[in-house]
C-alpha cells in the first residue's frame, strides 16, 4: 500500500522567513497530494492540494511542487506569519483512492 | 463543501463499555471514511463506510472492534466496541463529494477518553 513520508516532524521559522516541509510517497499511481492544516483542537482543514498532471500550484502565499520522477512534493509557505503555526499534513492518494497522511510537521513561527 | 455534524464532540468513559459516534453530512456524498487520530499522532484510516454494504476496513482494523453502519447516503455510525485506554483518541468522520473529486472533508471529530 501508499507509504508517505513527511519532514520535517518539527520547524520553527521567524515570522516573515519561509518555510519549506518535504514529502515522499510509494506508489507511482498515486494522482492527488493534498496538504492539510491542523490547528490545536480543531479539524484538518485542506489548504492547497496538487494533481498528477501539474507541477506547481500557488495560492497567495502558499505553493506545492510534485516531482512524480522522485516521488515526491513539498509545501512552501512564504512571509510566514504567527497565524500560521500549525500542524501540516501531507497525503496521498492510494491505487485504490484513498488518502494515506504524513506523520505531520508541527510549525511554530515566532514574532 | 459540505457541512459534516459529529456527535458526541467528546466523552469519557469506562473501560469495558461501548460507544457510538453519529456523523451526519448536510448532502448527499459517496463516500464517507472514519479516521483515527491519537494523541499527538497522523491520522489513520479505520474504514470507508459503504452505503448499503458492509465497510471496509485497512490493516489492523476489524469490525468487531469497530463496527459501523451506513444506512443511507447522508449518515454513518461508528461505534468503538469494548474500549480500553488505548483508544482513547479522536475519531474523525470524513467525507468525499464525487468519485473522481480528491478532496476530503472532516468533521469535528469525537475525542475520546477511556478511564
Known amino acids: 500500500g501508499e507509504n508517505v513520508e513527511q519532514h520535517p516532524s518539527t520547524l520553527s521559522v521567524q515570522e516573515g522567513d519561509s518555510a519549506v516541509i518535504k514529502c515522499t510517497y510509494s506508489?507511482?499511481?498515486?494522482?492527488?497530494f493534498p496538504w492539510y492544516k491542523q490547528e490545536l483542537g480543531k479539524r484538518p482543514q485542506l489548504i492547497i492540494d496538487?494533481?498528477?498532471?501539474?507541477g506547481e500550484k500557488k495560492d497567495q502565499r502558499i505553493a506545492v511542487t510534485l516531482n512524480k520522477t522522485a516521488k515526491h512534493f513539498s509545501l512552501h509557505i512564504t512571509e510566514t506569519q504567527p497565524e500560521d503555526s500549525a500542524v501540516y499534513f501531507c497525503a496521498a492518494t492510494d491505487s485504490w483512492g484513498k488518502l494515506q497522511f504524513g506523520a505531520g510537521t508541527q510549525v511554530v513561527v515566532t514574532p | 463543501s459540505a457541512v459534516i455534524s459529529q456527535k458526541p464532540s467528546r466523552d469519557i468513559c469506562q473501560r469495558g463499555t461501548s460507544l457510538t459516534i453519529q456523523c451526519q453530512v448536510d448532502?448527499?456524498?459517496?463516500?464517507m471514511f472514519w479516521y483515527r487520530q491519537q494523541p499527538g499522532q497522523s491520522l489513520t484510516l479505520i474504514a470507508t463506510?459503504?452505503?448499503?454494504?458492509?465497510?471496509?476496513?485497512e490493516s489492523g482494523f476489524v469490525i468487531d472492534k469497530f463496527p459501523i453502519s451506513r444506512p443511507n447516503l447522508t449518515f454513518s455510525t461508528l461505534t468503538v466496541s469494548n474500549m480500553s485506554p488505548e483508544d482513547s483518541s479522536i475519531y474523525l468522520c470524513?467525507?468525499?463529494?464525487?468519485?473522481?473529486?480528491?478532496?476530503?472533508?472532516f468533521g469535528e471529530g469525537s475525542r475520546l477518553t477511556v478511564l
Open positions: 496538487i494533481r498528477s498532471n501539474v
Open positions: 470524513s467525507v468525499r463529494q464525487g468519485v473522481n473529486t480528491g478532496e476530503l472533508f
Open positions: 448532502s448527499q456524498v459517496t463516500m
Open positions: 506508489d507511482s499511481a498515486s494522482n492527488y
Open positions: 463506510a459503504n452505503q448499503g454494504s458492509e465497510a471496509t476496513y
